[in-house]
């Protein structure tokens, strides 16, 4: 795949989005990144990854991060003014989490990790929306971010929710909506149905993300990206990777 100042270009941008009327612009700390169907892609010289980091190493990172957490021992790493100022090039995330907005799980924190480490996506119910996506379609193709972490927690209000099947207020009724068909499956004499339910719906985004989105599967089927799903314990701090 070819790529402009760090970028992936124009051409390739479209090839992998599959259509060639596709507009999509996007503006990052990198730089910005506008495709249409007579704009060419804008690119901030400096931003070349000349190492991203492959799924494993970037999993194996997260996961000796969270550890560190659990044992309260933190390294509180990439977080100097120095790397501030440092960011302001670029970024490069190594990883990219598609969490829940509950604010128990911020990711930066359970992973301890730091600016500029991780691009989180946080919707309640860790949903696999348009939007959001959107997002992760952006940091795999542009900022060349090879891992994706489908983040649900215990005891999940969305999808206790959701489970409960009961009419809902405003917009609240459309996370239920997308939490819904991870359900189907479930067995109906689970012994911890709200618990069966967080895991369902985490497989389900996971696998919605690669349905949904061309550009992901692509970037799969090529070996470049992996989506992985792991739950959080809220009681304990623990990430579990789902087999």
Do not use: W
Request: net charge positive; proline share 5%.
């Amino acid at each position: 795949m070819s790529r402009i100042n760090g970028f992936i270009g124009r051409r390739n941008f479209l090839g992998l989005a599959g259509a060639g009327s596709l507009v999509v612009a996007v503006t990052a700390c990198a730089g910005s990144l506008t495709v249409g169907k007579e704009e060419p892609a804008i690119a901030d010289v400096k931003s070349i990854n000349l190492n991203p980091v492959n799924p494993q190493q970037a999993l194996k990172l997260l996961l000796d991060g969270n550890q560190r957490f659990v044992k309260r021992k933190p390294r509180y790493p990439n977080q100097s003014r120095q790397k501030l100022q440092s960011l302001a090039k670029a970024q490069y995330p190594f990883a990219a989490i598609l969490g829940c907005a509950d604010s128990r799980v911020p990711a930066e924190i359970v992973f301890d990790q730091g600016l500029g480490d991780l691009f989180v996506v946080r919707v309640a119910g860790n949903i696999a929306s348009d939007v959001a996506i959107a997002s992760l379609e952006y940091t795999t193709s542009v900022l060349d971010t090879r891992l994706i972490v489908v983040l649900g927690h215990t005891k999940c209000g969305a999808v206790a929710a959701s489970v409960k099947d009961e009419p809902l207020p405003g917009k609240i009724s459309y996370l239920a909506e997308s939490i819904r068909p991870a359900l189907e499956k479930l067995p109906s004499k689970s012994k911890d149905v709200n618990k069966a339910a967080v895991i369902a719906n985490i497989q389900y985004q996971a696998e919605k993300l690669q349905q949904k989105s061309t550009i992901l599967a692509q970037l799969i089927n090529q070996g470049t990206v992996q989506i992985i799903s792991a739950v959080y314990d809220i009681d304990t701090g623990t990430v579990s990777v789902i087999s």
